[in-house]
């Protein structure tokens, strides 16, 4: 079963992207994209896992010896998310500004309006 | 084109990303399976070499110090570009007016908030010695206060985070990251090198500059948040 995780990855990815595709709704495609951006955070994760390994924090009692997993793609994945968060308020805050120039979010809507 | 048409593109294109996406994954260690080495000795030297028990927090503020700082910057510029796309387009029309009339969420709420606040000033302390740090606290500081508006009134909010006090903290935070690493060069070392006595491991006087690039961080993802719950909700209308 050691591949669930990477099928996850996959799955958030794609059923993102579907998500991204077929929009009706700016704000329910940002929304997709955190979906498509969660898949990086398993994929990253999971590569980092090591079997039976706990998380790389050496309080004392916890001998260094025994290894952790990888800290680096813990590290990644931190900054994966803070990135994830900052540009879905700046993609929110572009809707907000589409909403008020054309009065809608949909984005057949405002392509009909553009021609 | 026509949804059936993007459909079809998608079903198409999407088809063959997949295809690349589950040969791309083939490639990958098995899962528990990862020989990273960079990884592994980070966890086997970081203690002694930096003093710090949480090596993941050592790898964002110290080893990859240089990445965090450009990551600051992508927070920083991304709640810049939400300030000035919102603030400057609003209309002056009034505050938001709002109440929250049920009185088991507004004692529950309130009673929250306190605790929350401790919370996250808790985990930004502790994030070199245990799970957390300033990313993860700051962001639990913001919810605190996003609570007093939440359980409470949005004046009640405002009045908590001034907006020239949050402003403030947002640029004195982003700087002070800039700044210790200037100090680093100051002191003759490379850029964001941990030049500072390094404490003793496993209490909060350790780690060198972890602790403060870990506080810089904290401030700047509290202010960040807090700015962005401003200017959002400063768009909305509430029926009266």
């Known amino acids: ?115 | 084109m026509t949804r059936r048409a993007r459909l079809g593109l998608f079903a198409v294109s999407g088809a063959a990303l997949a295809g690349l996406f589950v040969w791309a994954l083939t490639g990958l260690p098995a899962f528990g399976d990862f020989h990273g080495e960079y990884g592994r000795i980070l966890n086997s030297v970081a203690g002694t070499e930096r003093h710090v028990t949480n090596v993941a927090s050592s790898v964002v503020f110290d080893y990859r110090g240089f990445d965090t700082l450009g990551e600051e910057f992508i927070l920083f510029t991304a709640v810049m570009g939400v300030a000035l796309l919102l603030r400057e387009a609003r209309d002056d029309r009034e505050r938001p007016r709002d109440e929250v009339r049920s009185d088991a969420v507004r004692a529950v709420g309130l009673a929250l908030v306190g605790p929350t606040v401790v919370l996250g000033l808790y985990i930004v302390a502790h994030g070199y010695l245990t799970p957390g740090g300033g990313f993860q606290g700051g962001v639990a500081l913001a919810a605190g206060l996003v609570l007093l508006y939440a359980a409470g009134r949005y004046r009640s909010y405002r009045a908590a985070s001034p907006q020239g006090m949050v402003d403030f903290a947002e640029g004195v935070s982003a700087g002070g990251y800039v700044a210790v690493g200037i100090a680093a060069l100051i002191a003759g070392s490379a850029y964001l090198e941990n030049v500072v006595d390094l404490g003793t491991k496993g209490t909060l006087a350790a780690a060198g500059t972890i602790p403060i690039l870990n506080a810089t961080a904290g401030l700047e993802v509290a202010a960040a948040m807090v700015l962005l719950f401003h200017e959002f909700l400063e768009e909305v209308i509430y029926p009266e």
């Open chain 1, 1 to 115: 079963m050691s591949f669930l995780p990477y099928a996850l990855a996959a799955w958030l990815f794609f059923v993102g992207l579907y998500g991204v595709v077929t929009s009706r709704n700016l704000v329910h495609l940002v929304i997709c994209l955190g979906v498509v951006q969660s898949s990086t955070y398993v994929l990253l994760l999971a590569i980092g896992y090591r079997t039976g390994k706990k998380a790389p924090i050496f309080t004392s009692g916890v001998p260094v010896k025994v290894g952790a997993v990888d800290p680096v793609v813990q590290a990644l994945t931190l900054t994966d998310i803070v990135v994830g968060v900052t540009v879905a308020a700046l993609l929110l805050a572009l809707v907000i500004e589409i909403w008020k120039r054309s009065g809608t979010v949909d984005p057949d809507e405002l392509r009909r309006k553009d021609t």
